[in-house]
């Protein structure tokens, strides 16, 4: 394996983990703020969805100025 193709796993492990914190953080302030299972749920499925799509907006600037 490659230097880059190590990096690049990194950092998709990483994207994924602070993804997972964000859902799981939503999830819990949505049981705090009284909301059912399946409302905290779908709190913390936006969330994860929401830090996906940021990351990923992010690599494709990131990659379009680097080239």
Do not use: K
Not at 6 to 29: D, E, G, K, P, S
Not at 45 to 50: D, H, S
């Amino acid at each position: 394996m490659t230097d880059r193709t190590v990096a690049v796993l990194l950092a998709a492990a990483l994207t994924l983990l602070i993804a997972l914190v964000a859902a799981a953080a939503a999830a819990y302030l949505a049981r705090r703020d009284h909301a059912n299972y399946p409302q905290a749920i779908t709190r913390a499925g936006a969330a994860f969805a929401t830090a996906l799509s940021l990351a990923t907006a992010f690599i494709a600037t990131w990659t379009a100025l680097v080239r």
